[in-house]
């Protein structure tokens, strides 16, 4: 997935088991490009867990976006593990 200043996430980014033709159109994150950084804000009313801390990324709470962050989008079944990098710095 490649992401931009402004982008939104949702519930069929996070989860394998979600359709987006089924799924409620409501954001569960977005990303923000911020002082020359990234950040993936949450917004979902779920945790993220961030793999490597172990620790969570709770509503309304952002976390930087560095290369090799794992980030499990979501804690319910069929949650996807983002992994992040950059191209073309």
Not at 20 to 46: C, I, M
Not at 70 to 88: I, M, P, T
Request: hydrophobic share 40%.
């Amino acid at each position: 997935m490649t992401v931009w200043n402004g982008q939104y996430l949702y519930q069929w980014h996070a989860r394998s088991n979600v359709s987006p033709l089924d799924a409620k159109r409501e954001p569960v994150g977005y990303f923000q490009f911020h002082q020359g950084r990234w950040y993936l804000t949450n917004q979902s009313n779920a945790d993220m867990l961030l793999v490597d801390a172990p620790d969570y990324l709770r509503h309304g709470h952002h976390v930087e976006i560095t290369p090799g962050l794992r980030l499990l989008l979501s804690v319910e079944e069929g949650g996807r593990l983002a992994v992040f990098d950059f191209l073309g710095r």
